[in-house]
């Protein structure tokens, strides 16, 4: 079952994400998980961290996996 993230913005930089869904602890991490190839989005290994997510995207990273989608408030 994928999570479902919500963002205002047009997009969210792939690093950004997996910060602000608490699945690494901070930004080395992240650039770390993305390069090491451990990070897919839209079903293919993604290794550009500044690779930007838009509605509709999603992301799967150690098992666990995410959807953007738009946050209307």
């Not at 919500?6 to 997996?18: F, G, N, V």
């Amino acid at each position: 079952m994928m999570e479902q993230i919500a963002i205002k913005t047009e997009y969210i930089k792939l690093d950004a994400l997996l910060k602000f869904a608490a699945l690494v602890a901070s930004g080395g991490e992240a650039k770390e998980a993305v390069a090491s190839g451990l990070v897919f989005v839209n079903g293919e290994v993604c290794t550009m961290r500044g690779k930007k997510l838009r509605v509709g995207d999603s992301v799967v990273f150690n098992g666990k996996g995410l959807v953007i989608t738009a946050d209307e408030s």
